[in-house]
């Protein structure tokens, strides 16, 4: 390997190290995010979370559609 090349694999490993310094602080912004906003120290934990979510919604949505039937036949009756 010559000078040029050695140069050019500096430069790109000192480009590696910022790119990874910068992925790094943002791995770090996230995690205090999941934490502050969602109490949860792990990403499995939030993955728990979600799901729990996800099921209290699907059960809403289902209240929803048992109201909005009921508003149609007591409005159907009406007509």
């Given at each position: 390997m010559n000078e040029r090349q050695l140069l050019n694999l500096k430069e790109k490993i000192d480009e590696s190290k910022i790119a990874v310094a910068e992925l790094k602080?943002?791995?770090d912004h996230l995690v205090g995010?999941?934490?502050?906003q969602w109490q949860c120290k792990t990403v499995e934990e939030a993955e728990a979370q979600?799901?729990?979510m996800q099921g209290e919604a699907e059960k809403i949505d289902g209240q929803i559609d048992e109201k909005l039937d009921e508003v149609k036949r007591i409005y159907g009756e009406l007509v």
């Open positions: 602080g943002k791995q995010e999941l934490r502050e979600l799901k729990s």
